[in-house]
């Protein structure tokens, strides 16, 4: 994903200042695409040289406000059903987990509880959101569909990641001292019943 389409997804809602995309980007999509104040305001500079973008309005101090102009809209559809999809995923939760070799068994005892009631907590807090607009309380627009979407996909990944790392410090690989060890047949973990 690029800032840009991000930016024109906004501006498709309507008209915005910069100060309001900025806000709007940090609730909608922060958790998945941080973009800082600087960042956004040069993307629009960009958007706006590039036509994609025009300003709609100008205000107390100078504060412009943009709209999204039909080639703007062209090209954000473009992107959404044309451009392939990047799905790396940049989370350093993952990478980190990588490096756990190097952390005290207690540190990493206590990091992997921290993270499992972060995403525990994000996910009741995901699925609160998207109870609110299950019931209707954000209308039943294409664009509430859309985010209602969205919201189902953080919280199966939020709950995911509280599952790991939960199944994480409950195994204890980092000290299970039958690590690598070949089972005996039969044997998948649980108890012979």
């Given at each position: 994903?690029?800032?840009?389409?991000?930016l024109l997804g906004l501006l498709?809602?309507?008209?915005?200042?910069?100060?309001?995309?900025?806000?709007?980007?940090?609730?909608?999509?922060?958790?998945?695409?941080?973009?800082?104040?600087?960042?956004?305001?040069?993307?629009?500079?960009?958007?706006?040289?590039?036509?994609?973008?025009?300003?709609?309005?100008?205000?107390?101090?100078?504060?412009?406000?943009?709209?999204?102009?039909?080639?703007?809209?062209?090209?954000?559809?473009?992107?959404?059903?044309?451009?392939?999809?990047?799905?790396?995923?940049?989370?350093?939760?993952?990478?980190?987990?990588?490096?756990?070799?190097?952390?005290?068994?207690?540190?990493?005892?206590?990091?992997?509880?921290?993270?499992?009631?972060?995403?525990?907590?994000?996910?009741?807090?995901?699925?609160?959101?998207?109870?609110?607009?299950?019931?209707?309380?954000?209308?039943?627009?294409?664009?509430?569909?859309?985010?209602?979407?969205?919201?189902?996909?953080?919280?199966?990944?939020?709950?995911?990641?509280?599952?790991?790392?939960?199944?994480?410090?409950?195994?204890?690989?980092?000290?299970?001292?039958?690590?690598?060890?070949?089972?005996?047949?039969?044997?998948?973990?649980?108890?012979?019943?």
């Amino acid at each position: 994903m690029s800032l840009r389409h991000g930016l024109l997804g906004l501006l498709a809602e309507g008209p915005a200042s910069g100060y309001d995309l900025a806000r709007r980007f940090s609730e909608a999509l922060g958790s998945v695409w941080p973009a800082q104040h600087p960042q956004i305001y040069s993307e629009l500079t960009r958007l706006e040289a590039a036509g994609l973008i025009e300003v709609e309005s100008t205000g107390p101090r100078r504060r412009k406000a943009y709209r999204i102009t039909d080639e703007g809209l062209a090209e954000v559809r473009r992107w959404l059903a044309e451009v392939e999809v990047d799905h790396t995923f940049r989370m350093e939760t993952l990478f980190r987990a990588y490096f756990f070799w190097l952390m005290d068994p207690e540190d990493l005892k206590a990091h992997l509880r921290s993270e499992q009631a972060f995403f525990a907590d994000t996910a009741a807090a995901l699925r609160g959101y998207a109870e609110t607009k299950d019931r209707g309380d954000w209308g039943t627009s294409t664009q509430t569909r859309a985010m209602r979407i969205a919201l189902e996909a953080g919280i199966r990944i939020n709950e995911a990641l509280a599952g790991w790392a939960q199944w994480a410090h409950e195994t204890d690989l980092m000290s299970a001292e039958d690590f690598g060890t070949a089972k005996p047949e039969g044997d998948a973990g649980e108890p012979a019943g």
